[in-house]
């Protein structure tokens, strides 16, 4: 394994570009909480698991409060990886065909791994592929840029067709359908022997 590579809506964060309302914003836990201007004696909206950020006491939502959350897993093996570029040479790169790249730029410079490092830090930035083409051409764009083999490779999605796509390269996929999860990361490892 010398590059890990994924996806970005509902893999790494949920929900989708395509299911928010308008561009992402940062929020203070009170605001989201709904302790400004209190007028019922409804119960306080918990904070979501996976909505730590830059900001101290913020969190990132869309334009009517809906909450941009990473995945656990997906906060896990981020980490995971981070630890282990100081052990090995490992490359991370994402393979995405999110709606609206410039939210989803926006939204790794705000949310964090659970290490703390921001999304935005844990990609290499030559190894971005947003676009709406097909997967097995990021990847091929990939191959070119780092000159790792497929077979090197390790994808994560949670949409089957762009595992199968990708797959036929010889990529080793994880399809992930309800987002990232530690499970995941640890077959991954398991599966090129280094757990």
């Given at each position: 394994m010398q590059l890990v590579v994924f996806d970005l809506d509902y893999t790494i964060w949920q929900p989708e570009m395509y299911q928010i309302d308008g561009p992402p914003k940062l929020v203070s836990l009170d605001e989201f909480q709904g302790k400004q201007k209190r007028k019922s004696k409804a119960p306080l909206r918990l904070i979501p698991p996976g909505s730590t950020t830059t900001h101290q006491n913020k969190i990132v939502t869309d334009q009517r409060g809906t909450p941009i959350t990473v995945f656990d897993g997906a906060s896990y093996a981020l980490s995971e990886i981070n630890r282990m570029k100081k052990?090995?040479?490992?490359?991370?790169?994402?393979?995405?065909?999110?709606?609206?790249?410039?939210?989803?730029?926006?939204?790794?410079?705000?949310v964090v791994a659970a290490d703390g490092t921001p999304l935005s830090k844990c990609f290499d930035e030559n190894l971005i592929e947003i676009s709406y083409a097909d997967k097995s051409t990021h990847f091929e764009s990939l191959n070119r840029k780092t000159g790792i083999p497929f077979e090197d490779m390790v994808f994560f999605d949670n949409e089957h067709w762009n595992i199968q796509s990708v797959g036929q390269l010889g990529v080793k996929c994880y399809h992930t359908p309800n987002g990232m999860t530690r499970e995941d990361w640890s077959q991954c490892l398991e599966d090129f022997g280094i757990m």
């Amino acid at each position: 394994m010398q590059l890990v590579v994924f996806d970005l809506d509902y893999t790494i964060w949920q929900p989708e570009m395509y299911q928010i309302d308008g561009p992402p914003k940062l929020v203070s836990l009170d605001e989201f909480q709904g302790k400004q201007k209190r007028k019922s004696k409804a119960p306080l909206r918990l904070i979501p698991p996976g909505s730590t950020t830059t900001h101290q006491n913020k969190i990132v939502t869309d334009q009517r409060g809906t909450p941009i959350t990473v995945f656990d897993g997906a906060s896990y093996a981020l980490s995971e990886i981070n630890r282990m570029k100081k052990e090995m040479p490992l490359q991370v790169a994402i393979s995405s065909r999110t709606d609206e790249p410039s939210w989803a730029y926006q939204i790794m410079k705000w949310v964090v791994a659970a290490d703390g490092t921001p999304l935005s830090k844990c990609f290499d930035e030559n190894l971005i592929e947003i676009s709406y083409a097909d997967k097995s051409t990021h990847f091929e764009s990939l191959n070119r840029k780092t000159g790792i083999p497929f077979e090197d490779m390790v994808f994560f999605d949670n949409e089957h067709w762009n595992i199968q796509s990708v797959g036929q390269l010889g990529v080793k996929c994880y399809h992930t359908p309800n987002g990232m999860t530690r499970e995941d990361w640890s077959q991954c490892l398991e599966d090129f022997g280094i757990m």
